[in-house]
């Protein structure tokens, strides 16, 4: 069983039964806010995430702001993705019992897609006397037969515990846990949370040999200005609104995951337009997605299986295999794909065009129009994608015969105010052959409401027509 794709998912869940100093809810002070708190519905992320939508088999990753397993919902959550036959990955400090039994009670051929990250927060688990109950659910998940790794977060404040950290891994005759790179999230600059010297930092964390904190280190600090299929291997998810962006790092929204429910979602890689200091989530984007090709890296079923010491693995042998893949090894984009998408996005990100990504976008453009005997358009959208896109119309002899965006607010000449296109849409197909939507993010919305209105009418969203690229 192949992961054809990652979704990072958000869960709406702020509240925690540990405070622990490093973690991002605190250092942005958002504990407290239980208003923050959402309630999602089971079935419709069920609807959403079927594997025809996301185009094949994927990772779905639940990790909540605070305990990604307190929400109710939760369990009925991770069910329903694992009926629709994706494999599911939940983020846990692994200490609510209740929700561990339920999910070791569901059937094996679940229980063979699920992966549970557990958190090790030491320090917390001291404080709460919640130590026992965290190994024993760890148990819980080894007895029957549910995918696990145990990480601990690269903290100043642990270092001096290692001993204590490593005796209790041994009596529990447990593998120690792969180590997680901190980081500081209070800007964006992502770097790490400590106050040693990045070499002291590495030398006292190697100590664990965690596959996991070597891999990170291998990229951390670099800036990436390669091809970046992040938005089509990997994509960002905020489960409450349902929007969906590229990267996590500050990537844009491409689509709505509750919306236009019916058909496949749309993906599309940023390209070399990486809006992050770094890759801080290498682990994923590389080891497990491969977004940029080339890139020497660990798999991610070496980051995140362990043999314990009575020989049992953390990872099942099913999702060991789907992890010692990437979703690069099943979906590439030709040249050609890479330069019209690189085209597109760095208009998109506000990036200068390379040359030869507008060459392929006009040539692309050029082919499409006149295959489909296209001479005449109206503009849907007109910031920098429409506008560049008026340009090579103009250059191929396609006649723009209306140019439709929300800033205008007067029609007068070409520029159209939305309402004047709403209003007439329904005989728009005996002034143009097609009518052209270049808003990214809600560009098939666009579309689904213009042909309700006018099912003769031709229309063009760019970011699903970038789907047929071959
Ligand atoms: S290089 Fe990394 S951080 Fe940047 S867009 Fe790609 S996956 Fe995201």
């Known amino acids: ?41 089971p079935e419709l992320i069920k609807q959403a995430f079927t594997t025809e939508r996301t185009r094949g088999r994927a990772l779905i990753n639940l990790c909540g702001m605070g305990e990604t397993l307190i929400p109710a919902e939760m369990i009925d959550i991770i069910r329903g993705l694992l009926e629709n036959g994706q494999f599911v990955s939940v983020v846990t400090n692994c200490t609510l019992t209740n929700k561990i039994m339920q999910l070791c009670e569901m059937e094996k051929q679940y229980k063979d897609r699920l992966f549970i990250k557990c958190s090790f927060h030491y320090e917390e688990l001291i404080r709460t006397n919640l130590l026992d109950v965290f190994f024993d659910n760890v148990q819980w998940l080894r007895e029957n037969k549910i995918s696990y790794t145990i990480e601990m977060v690269a903290n100043d404040s642990l270092i001096s515990k290692e001993k204590q950290i490593k005796d209790i891994f041994q009596s529990k005759n447990e593998a120690m846990p792969h180590i997680l790179e ?49 938005g089509e291997l990997s994509v960002d998810v905020d489960l409450k609104s349902g929007c969906m962006a590229q990267c996590n790092t500050g990537g844009k929204q491409i689509g709505n995951i509750y919306e236009n429910l019916d058909d496949p979602m749309e993906f599309c890689a940023i390209g070399s337009n990486c809006p992050t200091p770094h890759c801080f989530i290498s682990y994923v984007w590389q080891g497990l997605c491969g977004n940029i090709e080339n890139i020497p890296y660990a798999t991610y079923d070496e980051m995140r299986n362990r043999k314990r010491p009575d020989g049992q693995e953390w990872l099942t042998p099913v999702i060991k295999g789907a992890f010692s893949k990437r979703c690069s090894d099943y979906l590439t984009y030709s040249e050609q794909k890479k330069q019209v998408v690189n085209g597109i996005m760095s208009l998109y990100y506000d990036n200068s065009v390379p040359e030869e990504a507008y060459m392929a976008l006009k040539e692309w453009m050029d082919e499409k129009l006149s295959n489909e005997g296209i001479r005449s358009v109206v503009l849907y959208g007109f910031g920098r994608i429409g506008k560049a896109l008026k340009e090579v119309f103009d250059s191929i002899d396609i006649k723009v015969v209306k140019i439709v965006d929300r800033s205008v607010k007067e029609s007068v000449g070409l520029y159209e105010t939305t309402d004047i296109f709403w209003s007439h849409v329904a005989d728009l197909h005996s002034k143009a052959d097609a009518v052209i939507v270049t808003p990214i993010s809600d560009g098939q919305g666009i579309k689904e409401k213009i042909t309700d209105k006018n099912p003769y009418l031709k229309v063009i969203n760019i970011l699903e027509e970038i789907q047929y690229i071959v």
């Open 182 to 230: 901190s980081r500081y999230i209070a800007d964006d600059s992502f770097r790490r949370l400590t106050n040693l010297k990045a070499e002291d930092h590495q030398q006292a964390w190697e100590k664990y040999d965690s596959e996991l904190f070597r891999a990170q280190q291998s990229l951390w600090g670099e800036k990436r200005s390669e091809f970046c299929m992040a």
């Open 1 to 41: 069983m192949n992961i054809k794709r990652f979704f990072n998912c958000a869960v709406p869940v702020y509240s925690c039964n540990l405070k622990c100093s490093y973690c991002f809810v605190g250092q942005k002070d958002l504990s407290n806010r239980k208003d923050l708190n959402a309630t999602l519905s």
